[in-house]
């Protein structure tokens, strides 16, 4: 199996340290594919809306997105980490995000995303770890991902992973290496399956690209769903 794991922060600290716990049973399992923000995604969004109007390709930070993409795309297994910044991801982390903002459901979103499973491990000092999840969980759904697991911890004294009580420690490798566990057990042969709120989110956006394509059949989007046959009867889920 594929896992590619994008790392909210450089830094090797708590969350490191929890993703490293999650990913040991897969070690000799799994080829793992790692990214470390912000150094693999380094430039900022800028807004030119060229990915969204002209193509992804024309995007002037193509060149770093395009190798995340394709082991996105490629993994049978996506996890996202980040450490709450400000009761959100890390500027890094909204960054990568905002660069595939053109993936969106209401855009051009892949159809390998609909099958897939995706891990979401984050911890704070007291609080704000649900709004980081959501910041994540947010863009997987919109991609088209269901089956999205996530793992949140407060510490509540101490953020150096070295001076957190043992006890504390304890607790929330086992937390993520349960999470492992079950993650381990999943046959991938078999994509997960689309729940209804993404089927119905699908076929909103059906309905407001068969319009836009009425309007304008230039449309980058509109051409991108007709192409895919989904404005017909095909669609991105088994
Ligand atoms: C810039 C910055 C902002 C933070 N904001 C919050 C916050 O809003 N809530 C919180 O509970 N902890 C906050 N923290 C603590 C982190 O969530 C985290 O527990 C700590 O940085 C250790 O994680 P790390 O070793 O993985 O970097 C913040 C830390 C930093 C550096």
């Not at 770890?129 to 793992?151: F, R």
Request: proline share 4%; aromatic share 12%; with cysteine.
């Amino acid at each position: 199996m594929k896992i590619t794991v994008i790392n909210g922060s450089e830094k090797k600290g708590v969350t490191y340290k929890l993703k490293e716990a999650f990913l040991e049973g897969f070690k000799d399992k799994a080829e793992i594919t790692e990214f470390y923000l912000p150094k693999d995604c380094p430039n900022f969004c800028m807004g030119c809306i060229r990915c969204f109007g002209d193509g992804e390709d024309k995007c002037k930070d193509r060149e770093y997105i395009a190798p995340i993409e394709k082991a996105l795309l490629e993994a049978d297994l996506l996890v996202f980490t980040s450490p709450v910044y400000v009761y959100h991801v890390t500027g890094a982390m909204k960054n990568l995000l905002d660069h595939f903002g053109y993936r969106w459901m209401p855009h051009r979103p892949a159809k390998e995303m609909f099958g897939k499973r995706a891990v979401i491990i984050t911890q704070c000092l007291g609080g704000g770890e649900s709004s980081t999840a959501k910041d994540i969980k947010d863009s997987l759904s919109w991609w088209g991902v269901t089956w999205i697991k996530t793992v949140k911890f407060k510490l509540m004294s101490e953020i150096r992973w070295d001076k957190i009580p043992d006890k504390k420690k304890d607790a929330m490798v086992s937390s993520v290496k349960k999470l492992a566990a079950k993650c381990a057990a999943i046959d991938y042969s078999k994509p997960a399956r689309s729940g209804l709120l993404a089927k119905g989110k699908f076929m909103a956006v059906r309905m407001m690209q068969t319009g836009l394509g009425k309007e304008n059949p230039e449309y980058r989007d509109f051409n991108y769903w007709k192409d895919n046959g989904w404005l017909g009867s095909a669609r991105p889920w088994k």
